[in-house]
């Protein structure tokens, strides 16, 4: 079992970045891949970034790409997304995800934490 637990959502405007945090209950958390997930308002949930267990290897979605940097400390058993000229379009809640597998634009993770919202003005 792992539970993960998401921070630093606030409300910011276009151009600000952020830097969103999960702490992970993880005995060994190298031994799951982590991604960020994001749902906007009246839309479904859509794959943000995503990073292997090791921090080797990091993927992004097309609308982040440039923007958006995904890392971890598994010593600190934590995953991190910082976030770059945000725009109103990233208005959404924001969810840390892991499994022992690759996280992908087509998965879905088991293990998901409560989400954290960030709301971007224009």
């Known amino acids: 079992q792992v539970q993960l637990v998401e921070s630093g959502g606030e409300l910011v405007q276009a151009g600000d970045s952020l830097r969103l945090s999960c702490a992970a209950s993880?005995?060994?958390?190298?031994?799951?891949?982590m991604g960020w997930f994001r749902q906007p308002p009246g839309k479904e949930r859509e794959f943000v970034a995503a990073i292997s267990w090791r921090g080797t290897t990091r993927s992004y979605a097309d609308s982040v790409l440039g923007r958006f940097t995904i890392s971890r400390d598994n010593a600190k058993k934590m995953v991190y997304l910082q976030m770059n000229r945000l725009k109103p379009e990233d208005t959404a809640v924001y969810y840390c995800a892991a499994d022992r597998n690759m996280v992908r634009s087509d998965t879905k993770p088991d293990y998901w934490g409560q989400g954290t919202q960030v709301t971007v003005s224009s």
């Open positions: 993880a005995r060994t958390l190298s031994d799951y891949c």
